[in-house]
């Protein structure tokens, strides 16, 4: 069955630090990877999505994604945090069935 | 409007009110879906409409009611509800899969809060 795994619940960076967002899934064939961001309030935007090809996926906002089939992991990372970053991101796994599979989110705050 | 909106925003009811959430998109897509986040939870999907058609009812229970006028609008009929149904109710909107999978646009959700 298919799964996706967030294994942190929430995270601090410092601003201007580093960030990695760790994303596994379970699925049996190639899958179809996304990354979402929810600030308070607000709906899920699309952040970047991984089909095919390059495993390195560039995304909005400076962030990026890289796809190991191997580790069955698709981390979001970027190299400098802004405080504005502070959301709850959502990593997610489809089929071409169309259904989208949604790990339990992650919670980033930012301290200043 | 652009994108994927949802009204109201907020909604209050008791369990014995019938209300209705709305949902339109404004992309051009003909796939629309319903799905439930509760706090600490992941995303749930309950319901699927491709081209004006239900395609998934993931086991949701009956006092949750979909429809899909046409491939823009979506609503969900909401009756004799219960306190744990209180969550936030998102809306997406897609292009019908094609063997492949296509990107969901979110609106912003409804918070319903059931007493």
């Known amino acids: 069955a298919q799964s996706v795994t967030q294994p942190d619940i929430h995270i601090t960076v410092s601003e201007g630090a580093s960030l990695e967002l760790r994303c596994n899934y379970s699925y049996g064939a190639t899958p179809y990877l996304f990354w979402y961001v929810q600030s308070p309030g607000q709906g899920l935007q699309l952040l970047l999505k991984y089909f095919s090809g390059d495993t390195l996926v560039q995304g909005i906002k400076g962030f990026e994604a890289e796809f190991k089939r191997s580790q069955s992991s698709f981390n979001l990372r970027k190299p400098s945090v802004h405080w504005s970053d502070a959301a709850e991101y959502f990593c997610a796994v489809g089929a071409n069935t169309g259904k989208l599979i949604f790990g339990q989110g992650t919670t980033l705050q930012v301290k200043p | 409007e652009t994108g994927v909106t949802q009204t109201p925003r907020h909604l209050v009811m008791g369990m014995t009110n019938k209300k209705s959430l709305k949902c339109e998109q404004h992309l051009g897509h003909n796939a629309m879906y319903w799905y439930k986040q509760s706090a600490k939870k992941p995303l749930e999907l309950m319901f699927v409409y491709s081209l004006e058609e239900r395609v998934e009812n993931n086991s949701v229970p009956s006092r949750f009611s979909p429809e899909c006028p046409n491939s823009s609008h979506l609503f969900l009929h909401l009756h004799t509800l219960q306190p744990e149904d209180s969550a936030l109710y998102l809306c997406?909107?897609?292009?019908?899969?094609?063997?492949?999978?296509?990107?969901?646009?979110f609106g912003p959700g409804t918070r319903l809060l059931v007493l």
């Open positions: 997406a909107s897609s292009q019908v899969p094609a063997g492949v999978q296509e990107t969901q646009y």
